[in-house]
Every structure is written in C-alpha cells, then in structure tokens.
C-alpha cells in the first residue's frame, strides 16, 4: 500500500507557472505508475498526465501537452508536475495518484488504486 499527499498549488495568473509535487510513503515508489488528474467546479475528473514505473514512458492529455512535464525523483519517493503557460480553463483541484496496474496509461480513473487528497489550481485571467 502506499500514501500520497499532492502539494504545491495555488493562485497564478495566466500565462504563469506551477510545480505540483506528489510524496509517497513506502519503499515501493518504483512499483507503481503514476498520474495527474484533475477535477474542475461541475465537471468530472479528467487525466492530465502518466508516467511509467521507470519513468521512461509519460502521456498527456491533449489539453496539456507542450505545457505541462511529468516527472519522478526515485531518491525523494516524488513526483511532480510542471505546469507553465497556465490558462484559467486549467483552474481544478488536481489529484495524484498510484496504481500497479498494466492500464496506467490508458488514462482511465478507474486503473488507479491510491489517491492523494487534492491541490487546488488556480488560474485568473
């Protein structure tokens, strides 16, 4: 089993950059994918960003791509997310989350087994 807390959010002006930062407890950071989801007001939770248990592999949402970096450090039992270009329709709680699961990178809620408790996100225009 493993623990996740996500921090690192805030309030930023659009065209303006955060970095997200996901901790795990545990010893088996290197067994699990991991991915960035987020969920804004009214709407359902949608994938951001994966990233493989090597770190090697990483996919990203349309809506992302170009802007936003997935990444992990090993020694820290970390993962991030670097955000730039931010618009105000990236405005949401943002969720990390763990899974041993072949599907990781199908983008799909469901294939995730641990859930951090969420950052908030947001972008003023």
């Known amino acids: 089993q493993v623990q996740l807390v996500d921090s690192g959010g805030g309030l930023v002006q659009a065209g303006g950059s955060l970095r997200l930062s996901c901790a795990a407890s545990?010893?088996?950071?290197?067994?699990?994918?991991m991915g960035w989801f987020r969920q804004a007001p009214g709407k359902e939770r949608e994938f951001v960003a994966s990233i493989s248990w090597s770190g090697v592999r990483t996919y990203y949402a349309d809506s992302v791509k170009g802007r936003f970096t997935i990444s992990r450090e090993y020694g820290k039992n970390t993962m991030y997310l670097q955000m730039t270009s931010l618009k105000p329709e990236d405005t949401a709680v943002y969720y990390c989350?763990?899974?041993?699961?072949?599907?990781w990178g199908n983008g799909k809620e469901w294939e995730y087994e641990y859930w951090g408790q969420g950052t908030q996100v947001t972008v003023s225009s």
């Open positions: 545990g010893r088996t950071f290197s067994s699990y994918a």
């Open positions: 989350a763990a899974t041993r699961s072949g599907g």
